[in-house]
């Protein structure tokens, strides 16, 4: 009787201890990892002692620790997708709106407002300060949005008829907190982007 009391009370002090351990715990999976040995600790001594809202407590508890940690795992898969490899952004299609612009035509200037990113389906865009053009299913209007002043930094002319899906910058935002991924590619196409631009600007100025 005795040693089943001393083992009762060594599985609550197994338990609290790894409680506090969890305070000292900077990381989410080590955090997590430490709850569930808690939690399990705690059912040893629930059991044992009989003592039916701690067992309840943390049987409701284990699983919902297991799916955090599931969750966790996944996130951080989809960010090294997202870094190994580029989205789909057709996916995105269903939620833009369709444009057929005719050649010649100034899709936006430089210093305009920057409202909305486009995704070119058909044709050649042009950016006339940069001397530089894209083809068909690329992005192209992605970094006004996300500076302060929320400018276009290069004047969008379509050198040939072509058709373009627009999505707004309000839309855009919400799919980037939905997916994570989405926001990592955007990130690293900006930042190609405006190194690219420093280039071609400089060469730009070197031909003048």
Known sequence: MMDYAFWTEMALWLASALVFAAFFMKAILPLRAIAI????????YGL????????VLHVALLPLNALR????????QTVRNALEHEPKIEKQIPFMT???IPSGTTVFRLGDRAETIYLLSEGTIEF?????????????????????????????????????FA???ARLKEMVIKEPALGL??????????????????KHSDGI
């Not at 044992?48 to 067992?55: K, R």
């Not at 940690?69 to 951080?76: C, D, S």
């Open 128 to 164: 006339t300060e940069l001397g530089v053009s894209l083809g068909p299913q690329t992005i192209f209007g992605e970094v006004g949005p996300f500076l302060v002043d929320k400018s276009r930094t290069a004047t969008a002319v379509c050198k040939t008829d072509c058709v373009v």
């Open 185 to 202: 590619f955007l990130t690293k196409l900006i930042a190609q982007r405006l190194n690219r631009n420093v280039l071609a600007a400089r």
């Open 69 to 76: 940690i599931f969750q966790h795992l996944k996130l951080i």
């Open 167 to 169: 999505l707004s910058e």
């Open 98 to 100: 369709r444009y057929a």
């Open 37 to 44: 040995a808690s939690n399990i600790a705690f059912v040893v």
């Open 48 to 55: 044992a002692a009989e003592n039916l809202p701690i067992f």
